[in-house]
Structures are given as structure tokens and as C-alpha cells.
Nanobody, 121 residues
Framework: EMQLVESGGGLVQTGGSLRLSCAAS????????IGWFRQAPGKEREGVST?????NTWYADSVKGRFTISSAAYTTYLQMNSLKPEDTAVYYC?????????????????WGQGTQVTVSS
């Protein structure tokens, strides 16, 4: 079974930057899409950014121009710049076998444990 491990969360001031990492099991041989999602207290989990098996990317309107998704080997990154207090949430990465980069959490099969991002005002 595929394992995903997120890292890189933390506390940052408004306007600051963080880079999240999502490390996938190296023994996985089939192609997969990676999605970054976040969930704030009392809110539903929402898509933040995805990268498909073809390398196509998608961003939520709320993060366009500030966040960048990229991947190298078995690790996917989410570079987050110009952070705002409303970006505060637990961030999860997820993988979808042969995925096309859907923004819906329902289309993802494997999930990491999440990493907390807190942006202070």
C-alpha cells in the first residue's frame, strides 16, 4: 500500500513562506497524481493544488499566484508564499492512481497524516 508522509508545516507570520513536502513510497511503480488539500477547523476539506500524471497543474483561486506545486522523484512540494491568516489549516497530500489532477478529495485513494500550517496576523 502506498505511504505518504508530509512535512514542512509550522508557524509563520503573514507574508511569510513555507514549503511543504510529500514523500511517497519508493516501491510504487504505477503513475499517480498528487493533490494538496487543507482543512481548517469547522470547515470542509478543500483542494489547494494538484499535479496530474501528465504534469498538468491546478490551483484553487484563493492560492493562485502565491502557491506552486512541483515534483521530483518520489516527492511533491507545495511552495507557499505571501501566506495569509486564512491559509491556516491542516494540509494533507493525497495520491490518486492514474489520476488526472482532480480537485475533489473523493478521487484520491491514499492520504498522508497531515501537517499543521499556522499563519499569524
Amino acid at each position: 500500500e502506498m505511504q505518504l508522509v508530509e512535512s514542512g508545516g509550522g508557524l509563520v507570520q503573514t507574508g511569510g513562506s513555507l514549503r511543504l513536502s510529500c514523500a511517497a513510497s519508493e516501491e510504487i511503480s504505477w503513475p499517480y497524481a498528487i493533490g494538496w488539500f487543507r482543512q481548517a477547523p469547522g470547515k470542509e476539506r478543500e483542494g489547494v493544488s494538484t499535479i496530474s500524471i501528465h504534469g498538468n497543474t491546478w490551483y484553487a483561486d484563493s492560492v493562485k499566484g502565491r502557491f506552486t506545486i512541483s515534483s521530483a522523484a518520489y516527492t511533491t512540494y507545495l511552495q507557499m508564499n505571501s501566506l495569509k491568516p486564512e491559509d491556516t489549516a491542516v494540509y494533507y497530500c493525497a495520491a490518486a492512481r492514474y489520476g488526472l489532477g482532480s480537485s475533489s478529495p473523493d478521487h484520491y485513494d491514499y492520504w498522508g497524516q497531515g501537517t499543521q500550517v499556522t499563519v499569524s496576523s
